[in-house]
């Protein structure tokens, strides 16, 4: 294996592993099969094939699943009925409501509508503000995998200059307030940001996630930089030119086989912590030895 690449399917499938195992110990405990719940709204093709991808992830652990789907007509009101069906569902322990929305939903409502024990996709204003203060929460799932790749590489992030390059509500802001806490000194760079290059010269950890192909280029990443690519858009690219940055990179994560694995696995997990009453916000998968969390929930 490549010492420079942040393997995200490898790791993403020992996530499965362990929570398979997990989930054999409840079945056989006699405990409940903990069960995830994905709304879509609408026909949008790419958000189905996520939809498919999050439900074969859940019956790959054996763990419970719904799809539930609603007409690209549904108002916000009947997004927000089907979500407190499923709140007053003790069967259901997450709800994930699919990103995007068609535009007349109020998709800040929805999400907000979800209850936070519920929300293990971290989309709610109030996780949002707990992760903020370093409080436990469910953290979104794609910063929250980031962290637990860069966990397993053994990346030291404390007095890292990360630069995260986009500001959306469920990957950038997380993902800056989440290394924020881990003690890095943050940036965030956006569509309106001046002179985008002169800020990743000078990062030690660049995280992107700003729907752009090919945006990041080699020539402005420091030699020996870690770079994580949380893009992904069509004919498979990410948001970094791969080639280049590869050779001035420490570490970096492929688009695919990156960050995607890990967002689905993260996933799961949360659910499964939900399931047994806890919050993941700073409970990492992992197995080094010397980790607090390792082989536990």
Known sequence: MDPKILDGRALGERMKQFLSRTMDHLIESGEPVPVLAAILVGENPASQSYVRMKIKACESI?????????????????????IDELNADPAVNGILLQHPVPQQVDERACFDRIKPEKDVDGVTSYSFGKICAGLPAYAPCTPAGILQLLDYYKVHLPGKNAVVVGASDILGRPMAMMLLNRSCTVTICHIQTRDLSEHLRQADLVVVGAGKPRLIRGEWIKEGAIVV????????????????????????????????????????????????????????FHESPDYDHAGTL
């Open 62 to 82: 054996s763990m419970g699943s719904r799809f539930l789907s609603l007409p690209q007509s549904a108002a916000t009101e009947d997004v927000l009925s089907l």
């Open 229 to 284: 690519d949380a893009g992904f858009n069509e004919g498979n690219l990410g948001d970094v030119d791969f080639e280049s940055c590869y050779k001035k990179a420490s570490l970096i994560s492929p688009v695919p086989g990156g960050v995607g694995p890990m967002t689905i696995a993260t996933l799961l997990l949360h659910t499964m912590q939900s399931a047994i009453g806890k919050y993941s916000y700073r409970v990492h």
